[in-house]
């Protein structure tokens, strides 16, 4: 039991200590109470947001394509070699 309540107060101390280095949230002081560019920090974020949220929308739809091509392939390999053909020498 005194095993557990040691390693119970290491893993505590070990992750207060990495919260406390690593975890906090960094805050910049506005250089002269600068809003415009604290608002344009806040725009910036919003924009790399919805542009990740774009791209895991996006990834997915690639995805199910991949798997859709993956089936089909398996159902049908001589007409994927002819849409093979098509994809790799008819466009750029």
Not at 3 to 29: N, S
Not at 68 to 87: S, T
């Amino acid at each position: 039991m005194k095993q557990i309540r040691i390693f119970l107060f290491l893993f505590g101390i070990t992750f207060a200590l990495a919260y406390f280095f690593f975890g906090k949230p960094r805050i910049e002081p506005l250089e002269n109470g600068n809003i415009q560019k604290a608002v344009m920090i806040d725009s910036l974020t919003n924009v790399i947001d919805s542009l990740k949220h774009e791209l895991y929308v996006t990834q997915t739809i690639v995805d199910r394509y991949e798997i859709a091509i993956a089936i089909y392939k398996d159902e049908n390999p001589k007409a994927m070699e002819k849409l093979e053909y098509i994809l790799y020498t008819q466009t750029e």
